[in-house]
């Protein structure tokens, strides 16, 4: 995302999941409000992202998706995943691909995490 609020509020979730973890109150309002950031550049695989992944720490009080291995996609279409990062991580992960959307692996990487939270 361009928008240097959107930046900054980046920067303090990441932050905030450093100090604290996966602090429920605080997060699901930061990433409502970097939603609200995404729905105004008109990025539509953001929002969907940030919505799905409040949803499901909303309903797991944590963030079970595991990260991606760099790993290519297997030929069935599985995704290979790396279940040993912890929750933590793998959410500063997803949030920190949003800085740079101009990255097309970042945005691969945010499709797959749309789809491993759509299944979830």
């Given at each position: 995302m361009e928008n240097k609020k959107a930046i900054k509020l980046i920067d303090k979730i990441l932050k905030n999941l450093d100090k604290t973890g996966i602090n429920t109150d605080t997060l699901i309002e930061d990433i409502k409000e970097l939603r609200t950031y995404?729905?105004?550049?008109?990025?539509?695989?953001?929002?969907?992202?940030?919505?799905?992944?409040?949803?499901?720490?909303?309903?797991?009080?944590?963030?079970?998706?595991?990260?991606l291995d760099d790993e290519p996609i297997e030929e069935d279409g599985t995704v290979e995943t790396n279940d040993e990062v912890s929750p933590v991580e793998s959410l500063k992960y997803v949030i920190a691909l949003m800085k740079n959307l101009n990255n097309k692996g970042n945005v691969s990487d945010l499709k797959e995490y749309r789809d491993l939270l759509n299944n979830y």
């Open positions: 995404a729905l105004e550049a008109q990025i539509p695989l953001v929002v969907k992202v940030l919505r799905l992944t409040y949803e499901h720490i909303e309903a797991t009080e944590s963030f079970m998706i595991p990260m």
